[in-house]
């Protein structure tokens, strides 16, 4: 069991509701209990997947079980699937030594869609979530999971871009036999996705 | 997913509170489970059903929370142990027999597993169910993280036969919903047998001991078994205190909350001044153990959610404590330092203990502070929407048109599940009132009855498919009975979908994928008397032109069975779209008068957006399921499907 | 009235929700939030555009009536009880078939089909009254389709919803039968044409009816349901004053009904309109007092006139002088109407100054006031 970072270690994996963040939480969860860690993962789930923001709030630590809700300002690491929920978890659990690795297709909210609220532009907003981590990886995930076939990829290639920041206390190895356990059917595909994530975060 | 029927002592695996406990009753050697779909109780059922077959035990989603707990209760009665696991409005519905149950004992161990909803992330309602536990004298535990929910729910089943009652673990949303580290436990290999003591004796009635009285007589037997529990609870393994032994503060607290104040503590690095006496088991409080507490501190925080629960049991004790004990503060619900309602953050705890102790914290850095404020100002909301595809949308917008049309101020009585997003922007606002499940048509029951008043407003009151099973078929048949007027819709997608598309009576199939006979919901309310009809809401005219048509006749009780799949159960099976949608840029006219972006503006299916610079909608391709109802809605016809 | 356009929350505010709607159809259908359904306009969603078309062709918003009078006619708008007239004269059709189905002299039957039948338009909208007696807009192709819709059946009928449904590329040439409301509807269009509706230039005939009043098809129709077996009834007439009656005729034979029992199912808007012969129409079309089974024929426009000169031409009509009495009798009753629309105007909004939608100058209301 390599040493953590900071004890404990908080990573936060944020989306819209149908992404797929707590299955995402599930996984790179289960890799690290196999490597030995005390993991806590806190998802939402229910009506808030209904189009709503969801995160997972996942605690690593060599000794016990965290509580699973990470207080304000202290997440190590933000991993997500939609740029706004992106800024604002950097709003809420940013600081100045925060990483982020973040997709960049935007999800419509109907709050902008019907013309009440305005998203703003994409450049604009990973100018500000660079303002607000310490060092920002920025995946066209959803781009590329249409090349690989479906856009649910998106969340594979994320966890592959995870791994291959060496954030965590993961590797390939470690995530593999999680995937092919978790994606029978579909290793194949799922293990492109993850490899083309982790090339992307310049691995 | 998670493999609790693993027979492999010893190793640890990453589960959910949920999972934990169904773990924990299959340790504790059951043999049948009972269910209803709620959150944040769901996954316990759903993880048992999956391996019931294979485990021997049987495990079933019952109709509504008062049979299934009524079904675990009978096979305890004949020395199977059984759990029955819902959501806090499951045990609402179950009261009644739970009170009655508490005055007959069980057979072998039952437990009842409650999982609150603090903050009402998915209800429709706050509520602390441990008050309950207090108002029944039954015997009630709380874990505080996966393992404990575990561990806690093997213990239950001793302690529920030892006492010879029911025993409820309360669980909340973040307990139930988090996964944790878990070591398995042993599963005990043995045959059940059931055998229900078929006994009845004239002159010792109380041989027949689930129906006999004296009641008054068994309520004082009840107390006596709560005294019982509290001599356990004295030793039960799951209240520890942790901290100096004379501390400057005491926080005492149970559940979820427990890990918000060890971690509140630790960040302000108090551990030293601050101790945390934690409680597993809360109702009745070991008092003995609690006055030991008492005295380590003159300032008593509690932290728990919802309601000041110990607090209040906590003050209760304090106030009989001897005369010359020292005077104690107390900090909590009551004093207004920890809000009794909604969800408890880390933060709060932390704010309250800097507040008590007179000490600043800072989060985070001020600076990245301030910005992080400033630039929260610009991300848009997310307000809840039905998913695209989703058939309650056409039916929202058949009924916001019908009701438009016919102009007497009709509306809707909403109830719960997917649909109860009708009060939104989502479901076009149609829906005027919500409250438990089968409430819909109850309600209407009410408001269908009031011509001789005046009242000449069409009601419409909606369910869902498991929700009719569930608790409208008793309106249903008091609305023909007691000839009230109004339209019930029943949104039939095959599916008890906000929970995670359990199985229900309609849909052939059983909890442990098993087929089961499929009840004719037409034929149920053809037999009671009611006027039926079945529709697909995708057709929109038709469906609309049905509604008219009903609202427009007068008198009596209508049913109208809205037939489509749920989008997500079909997009499952099928794992392809029926159409390719695009919006044609050259014939969307966009803002201008004669559309004015009905699409995204009013109809608003989360795969259409609107591209601000061209103003043009245009369809999201990693949205959109591709259902093709939008074609339906521009007027232009612009939208354009092709068959897949 | 205020120049500028609004929007549909206004039309609701000034016109739906007040009394003043005569359900001529100008507003629904165009887009996806205003529908015409059982004699209401129905709002089905809110709109926000602030400028809209439902507002701005509406007849009972502000008409400057000089303006759509040098769109119709090239001239300021004529002080003549009976608007500008080239020509008036009385007419019945030649075609036995025609008189038949009738209500008098079958001359706005006979027009329109010569119309289509001599290549002026390719369709013709008109109302048509179903077996229910509901009156609903048809679009007609040819001429038994126009035979259909012959008969007069009093109640307000949104025709003009059926012109905003008409695909906005379509090159088929128009003709409408309508009310004086829907006439000066059109008009509006024409002097600014609609965006993405029906191109209005297709609109090649418009051939107007006078009218005094129209009923609420909703209530009315209920009023027909609960006293008569609508299936046999075959017409209804208004014959002329001193009779005060209301006739349904049936396979059984005529009920007359005392004309003031109708009168609660009369549209209130019906009020507040000035106009008796509808003014702005290519031909305008009516009874002849005492004289059954023939037309009052007042030709307006170039169009009319052309069409005129080929149905006589095609002898399609009989052709006769209208006595001066009856004419005399006409002027008087168009300019009552007027008096009596001002004076309600008035009344309602308490200054002779705001007259609602009527778009007419002082000098003109004062002598029409004398």
């Given amino acids: ?203 | 997913m998670a493999s609790i029927e693993l027979d492999a002592p010893g190793t640890t695996q990453l589960l959910l509170g949920n999972e934990a406990i169904a773990r924990g009753a299959l340790e504790a050697g059951i043999g049948f489970a009972a269910s209803y779909p709620g959150t944040p109780a769901s996954e316990i059922m759903d993880t048992l059903a999956s391996i019931a077959k294979g485990m021997g035990i049987h495990a079933e989603w019952s109709v509504n929370e008062k049979v299934a707990l009524e079904a675990a209760a009978g096979a305890s009665f004949a020395g199977i142990r059984a759990i029955a696991s819902m959501k806090q409005n499951g045990i609402n519905v179950a009261c009644d027999f739970l009170i009655n149950l508490t005055m007959t004992g069980i057979g072998k161990g039952l437990i009842l597993v409650v999982a609150d909803d603090p903050g009402a992330i998915s209800s429709s309602n706050e509520q602390d169910s441990r008050n309950i536990c207090k108002w029944m004298n039954i015997p009630l535990l709380e874990p505080s993280n996966a393992q404990e929910a575990k561990d806690m729910t093997k213990w239950a089943f001793e302690l529920s036969e030892e006492l010879d009652t029911i025993c409820i673990i309360r669980s909340v949303n973040r307990i139930g919903h988090t996964r944790g580290n878990v070591k398995l436990g042993e599963l005990p290999k043995r045959e059940q047998r059931a055998y229900f003591p078929n006994i009845w004796n004239m002159f010792d009635p109380t041989l027949s001991k689930f129906a006999a009285g004296p009641f008054p007589w068994l309520h004082n037997m009840l107390h006596q078994k709560l005294a019982k529990a509290q001599q356990r609870f004295e030793s039960a393994p799951f209240n520890w205190y942790v901290g100096p032994d004379k501390a400057e503060l005491l926080i005492i607290t149970s559940g979820a909350s427990t890990s918000c104040c060890t971690e509140a503590v630790k960040e302000l690095k108090l551990d030293h001044k601050i101790g945390i006496f934690k409680l597993g088991t809360t109702w009745p409080i070991p008092e003995n153990l609690v006055e030991k507490q008492l005295s380590r501190s003159q300032k008593v925080l509690f932290v728990e959610e919802v309601d000041p629960f110990i607090e209040r049991s906590v003050m209760e004790l304090a106030a009989n404590l001897p005369p010359d004990s020292p005077r104690l503060v107390f900090y909590g619900k009551r004093s207004g330092h920890i809000p009794s309602y909604g969800e408890l953050h880390p933060d709060v705890v932390i704010n309250m203990i800097v507040d008590l102790m007179g000490i600043t914290y800072q989060a985070r850095d001020i600076t990245y502070e301030k910005k992080a404020k400033e630039l929260s100002m610009i991300i848009p909301g997310r307000a809840l929407n039905l998913c695209p595809g989703c058939p309650h949308r056409a039916t929202f917008w058949a009924v916001k048109n019908a009701l438009q049309l016919d102009g007497r101020d009709g509306f809707v009585c909403g109830d719960i599940g997917c649909y109860a997003l009708g009060f939104a922007a989502g479901g076009y606002y149609q829906s005027r009132t919500m409250h438990a499940m089968g409430s819909g048509a109850g309600v209407a029951n009410g408001l269908g009855n009031l011509i001789q008043f005046g009242f000449e407003q069409p009601v419409i009151a909606l369910c869902g498919d498991s929700t009719f099973f569930h608790a409208t078929i008793p309106a249903l048949i008091n609305g023909v009975y007691n000839k009230s007027n109004f339209i019930l819709l029943i949104l039939d997608n095959n599916a008890t979908a906000m929970t995670g598309f359990q199985p229900h009576p309609g849909t052939g199939m059983t909890g442990a994928g098993e087929q089961a006979i499929s009840i004719n919901m037409e034929a149920l309310c053809h037999s009671l008397g009611a006027h039926v009809e079945v529709c697909d809401p995708f057709e929109l005219e038709n469906t609309t032109a049905i509604l008219l048509k009903l609202m427009a006749e007068v008198g009596g009780v209508k049913v109208v069975i809205m037939r489509r799949e749920c989008e997500m159960v079909r997009a499952k099976r099928e794992k392809r779209f029926p159409y390719v949608v695009h919006v044609d840029p050259d014939i969307c006219i966009g803002e201008a008068c004669g559309c004015n972006r009905v699409c995204t503006r009013v109809f608003q299916c989360p795969g259409l957006i609107w591209d601000r610079e061209a103003g043009k909608s245009k369809i999201d391709e990693a949205v959109c399921t591709g259902c093709g109802l939008c074609v339906e809605i521009c007027p232009e016809g612009a939208i354009i499907k092709k068959a897949t | ?370």
Avoid at chain 3, 298 to 325: F, N, W, Y
């Fill in chain 3, 1 to 370: 009235m205020d120049m500028k356009a609004k929007g549909c929350r206004e039309l609701l505010e000034e016109v739906i929700d007040v009394g003043l709607c005569a359900y001529c159809g100008a507003c629904a259908s165009g887009c996806p939030y205003l529908v015409s359904y059982k004699g209401r306009i129905v709002l089905l969603d809110n709109c926000d555009v602030s400028e809209g078309q439902c507002y701005q062709y509406c007849p009972r918003t502000h008409t400057d009536l000089n303006t759509i009078s040098q769109q119709v006619f090239g001239a300021d708008y004529s002080e003549d009880e009976l608007g500008t007239v080239k020509e008036v004269l009385i007419a019945r059709s030649m075609d036995s078939h025609i008189r038949e189905r009738a209500q008098y002299g079958g001359v706005v039957t006979t027009l329109m089909s010569l119309a289509l039948e001599e290549g002026y338009i390719d369709s013709a909208i008109l109302a048509k009254m179903s077996n229910d007696k509901i009156p609903s807009a048809f679009l007609a192709r040819n001429k038994e389709g126009i035979l259909q819709c012959a008969g007069s059946n009093y109640m307000a009928c949104s025709t003009l919803d059926t012109l905003n449904l008409i695909a906005k590329d379509s090159k088929d040439r128009l003709g409408i039968v309508a009310m004086p409301c829907q006439v000066l509807s059109i008009s509006k269009m024409k002097e600014d044409p609609p965006q993405n509706r029906v191109n209005i230039e297709n609109v090649k005939l418009v051939i107007g009816l006078f009218c005094t009043w129209a009923l609420c098809h909703d209530t009315f129709q209920r009023f027909l349901r609960e006293n008569f077996a609508l299936t046999q009834v075959i017409k209804f007439d208004i014959p002329p004053p001193p009779a005060n009656k209301f006739d349904v005729y049936s396979n059984s034979g005529k009920i007359s009904l005392p004309l003031d029992n109708i009168r609660e199912f009369i549209m209130p808007t019906c009020s507040y309109c000035f106009d008796m012969t509808a003014e702005f129409a290519d031909i305008s079309v009516g009874s002849v007092e005492g004289v059954e089974g023939w037309n009052t024929v007042l030709i307006r426009t170039d169009v009319g006139v052309e069409l005129m000169e080929r149905v006589k031409a095609k002898k399609k009509l009989e052709i006769g002088q209208l006595p001066s009495q009856n004419l005399a009798h006409l002027k008087e009753a168009a300019l009552l109407k007027k008096k009596r629309a001002l004076k309600e105007i008035i009344k309602k909004t308490g200054d002779k100054k705001k007259l609602l939608y009527l778009g007419m100058s002082e000098s003109v209301v004062d002598r029409l006031l004398v």
């Fill in chain 1, 1 to 203: 069991m390599k040493k953590l970072s900071k004890e404990p270690f908080n990573l936060i994996i944020s989306g819209v509701g149908g992404q797929g963040n707590v299955l995402m939480s599930l996984l790179i969860g289960r890799a690290l209990v196999n490597q030995g860690y005390f993991i806590s993962v806190g998802d939402t789930y229910g009506a808030s997947q209904r189009g709503g923001s969801v995160a997972s709030h996942v605690r690593i630590s060599e000794h016990t079980c965290y509580g699973s809700l990470i207080s304000i300002g202290h997440a190590d690491v933000i991993l997500s699937l939609e740029p706004a929920e992106t800024l604002r978890m950097l709003c809420q659990f940013g600081n100045p030594d925060v990483v982020t690795i973040t997709n960049t297709r935007p999800i419509y909210p109907s709050d902008v869609t019907s013309g009440h609220a305005i998203y703003p532009k994409i450049d604009e907003l990973l100018k500000l979530i660079e303002k607000l981590s310490a060092t920002v990886i920025v995946i066209e995930a959803t781009d590329e999971a249409f090349k690989l076939g479906n856009p649910i990829f998106a969340n594979v290639i994320l966890i592959g871009a995870l791994i291959g920041s060496g954030a965590l206390p993961l590797d390939k190895r470690s995530v593999e036999p999680i995937l092919k356990e978790n994606f029978p059917k579909e290793f194949d595909a799922n293990m492109a996705a993850f490899n083309k994530g982790m090339e992307f975060a310049g691995h």
